[in-house]
């Protein structure tokens, strides 16, 4: 079968993976209402497409806070890459190397940090944080992102606790007992993916646990999760580099705002004094360019990674990004 | 199977209760249009989520005129609760009391007013009032149920005949021979539930009816069905304690409105004046949330708190409570 | 089967009709977009009912231009009577008289106007009229309704030539050879329906014409099939004594707009001067009640008829009228 | 089987074309959204039907820059007709003079310009053109037309490159062997579509290219592709003497507007300085009078002309449009 869209990769990875892993990744919270919004958001949006335009030669490329990048799309941090192919996250560190473009590695990876930046060491990466009750896990994960050269940190900003992801409950979750989530091994006994296990995330996080952070390092920080305009005006008081509107994929709160829809609100309020990214919901290039002009400087994808790692690891999701590429830059041609 | 939402337990008593009671219990007036609005309405209705709040510590009680309970849900008026379990409303008074949180104990109860209140001697109830045309049934039933200990009086407002329940009326629904109306078996000769029952109801209640019921108890008094801000202004200014918003569940008049998009109009109308409530359509704890939001002191669960019985009787109404309680904390700590 | 709503009639008729009858009576133009689009307005369509009125006497009987009707529901006139039940509007005319309502006959009737005033001397009974080419017809038909006893003559002013209605046209559909448009056999032969048929129909017909019918009648003059206030407005000008707000049952011109939907904006233009009736998508007690709140006087049933005439004739028909009249009653008291 | 509606042909190609040739001609870009769009749009779209007027005769003949033409319908320029009719464009070029009406033909016709002018000597044609990197292709395509008595030039402005159409991609579609783009073989060799067949277009034009082809023929030059008002304004600007919104019948830019919906600003923004025509989704005679009441000169038809062909050929397409100029007809008598 020809890989020729992102539903292809979808399709493969739900007939091909382990029911318990397409289940983890395809999951939203309650009733799935935001996870399919964010992508059913993107169809109410419609262009107004310039004719007559030169087109011939276009330049994709953008800078996340600086560092150039090939085009707009990232990788979004997911956790369990070894769930979708057994190299996990180092396959993802090269796709990205190789597509030259920005991979969040999650907190959760199944790769160490170590493995992660010496399995692709020219990549351009940040590294996604999760703040434990213990502070110290934290802030020793930060120091070494930093020293391996991870160029940015990511706090998710909308985990004080897990969503409510109903099939994770039935299917009761956990990650094989091979797989380790390598990064956390130092620091405590876990092997579990459950409501518990993120019972060692500290839910008393506040804004000014942003002023820790950056006494703790140089590195830029981008929050993700916002959804408001409040928030994003808060995210800029309190000196951070960049917000990714994000809802989790639809994985926390069911009910909030597609993030297509948001965007709009939290870029206006930023005044472009910090980069405003989004994730949730790309599955075309036109997806890109809609974001975009609302105001995204750059896209995360999450899932289709995964699917893209799920068909042929490091090469299945250069493919994605490639299709994604190409798609991108056709709509820009054709939307003059 | 694991209980993981309401809907595990719809699909539950769909399957195991005998079809005439399933049937009776998830019966809506005309096409139930509006009995699907309740629940349709709440998908409408987006949060606008905050990030990075203490979220560690919540305090979900309230009050419901003066008296605690411990999360903002409570048990609607529903009738023949020996058809959902053979214990019918001792189990819910049982459930409530352990919970602690308010019961309405409905006129059509199967249990008499003394066995509820014997059921669970310390919880918290309220008595759902019909008006009979024999209006000496209606005052000893009030001042049976403030000699009891119930601490409020909610009487039913949209009743002045029953609805038309097509499937009720294609079945001949009634009462099986060994369970009885207890409440007015003293009073009349009833053993079936069907419009013809109903015309012992009294269709000429009037907001003037409020004067004589404060004139027979000193109890609070909580008019059960209001919709509109015309209203709400009527019940203020006769003096009541409280409204519930209710369509009472789609059953009476279709073609309404959801009672969360009636909500807003009467909050806006009492003024803070007198506590508003809300029953119909709550499915999940962010369904709650979003009442509370919208000006709601509370919420009542009526069909799902009968699916509760039909599952484990007291234990599988406390199930449900309690999947309505971890949701609802779930989504504060989310939502910010 | 018990037969509870209108819907059980319709399911009947379905299944009891001869496929051609069914699918002329059931026809729409084209897509059938407005056919359907007469029913869903209403769903959207939402009450605000108010409670604790005395409900216990409700007067539902209003007048049609002076005559009193039992409640405010007639019959529409349609054609073909014979096709549903042997015999025809004479069944029509007896189940109206007994129901003490409006029975509009149809020139294309397959009884004669004498056999219907015989069949129910007392009843209330209008003249449906289409003005043929050869206007003798016409002016014929006028006077011997008016002879006969009929109350009112109603001008179908949507009809210049016959909708595009694909399923009689793949079918071919004709009368059975048994049946007859009585009323027009003097003067021409006809035996089939079809778009050629209608081209005895004279599609030069304007709103002069009303001058021309005031000089053959004494009768007042309803027009059916307006949609505009601009012709509402010319209705009121050229001295008509009502209008029905009808598209023809969605049989003429598909991507019209529901009745419900027009009736507003025409009795804001007649400001009350004529009396406004409607037909088309009238299925439950409810439809009705939304009608009159919208400013109808009173509104006519098409298709319900005829299923009530296929189910038991004179008797079905009756079955339907008091379903409507009980659902309404039931509406009018459960709104306030 | 009855052809009664467009809707007939379009299920006759679909079971009788080869699939690759349905598919090619079904095909839009992406998800189809636009290409569903176009249809759906129609539906949003009501009439305010006036009644009670003379319609007993009506004209429906207009004028395409001044040039009558029997009904406003014309035939939209696509691709390959070969692949629905062995004769190909000379079938399409006779049915639209036949029945008097506007064919515009490809630059990817299977016949060559010489013989679509010789197979319907006294047509109205109109000649659409892609610019080739190679100006000489083009500048030869636009002179041979003239030469041959096209009488307008269209210039296709939306397809610097080919959108996306994934069934397309996933076939490998190709013509067959015995197909040639007969226009362009003198000029390279080509006998494949694909996006790299597009590769040989030009996407560096601009407006100003309009000044070159106006230098290179006295024809009108007509624009399509045109979907906003600041492109209407440009089209007006440079001198053309007609526009044609048209979104490629969804085939090029997904998620762009429907074309009925593009229609109004275009409208608006020219001020009736030129002429404005749509294509995309017509499937009735009310679609087209809807087009014309929000300001369209006349409406181009693409696939159904393509499922006409693929029915009968010649005498197919004749059908088709003879269809569309009945309903048109009707439609307008019955909105008055």
Redesign the interface.
Known sequence: M?M??LSDFEAYAKKHLPKIAWDFFAAGA??C?TRDENILA??R????????????VMDIRTKLLGTEISFPVGIAPTGFHQLAWPDGEKSTARAAAAMNTCYIASTYSTCTLEEIAAAAPGGIRWFQLYIHRNRAVSQQLVQQAEALGFQGLVLT??L??T??R?DD??SGFRLPPHMKLKNLEGAFEVCKMSPSFHSLL??????N??YWLQSLTHLPII?K????K??AE?AVRHGVQGIIVS?HGGR??????ATIDALVEVVEAVQGKIEVYLDGGIR?G?DVL?ALALGAKCVFIGRPALWGLAYKGEEGLQDVLRILQD?FR??M???G
Request: glycine residues 6%; aromatic residues 6%; neutral net charge.
């Open positions: 020809a020729v869209c309650d009733d209402s993107y169809k949006i419609r262009f107004r497409p310039r004719m007559l335009r030169d087109v011939s900003a909308d004080p606790y969503g409510k109903r409950i039935r500290d839910p008393s996080v506040t804004w646990d942003i929050v999760g916002i959804l408001t409040e928030d808060l809802n926390q709160l069911d009910g909030g705002p075309k036109s809609k798609e056709l709509s041609a054709l939307a």
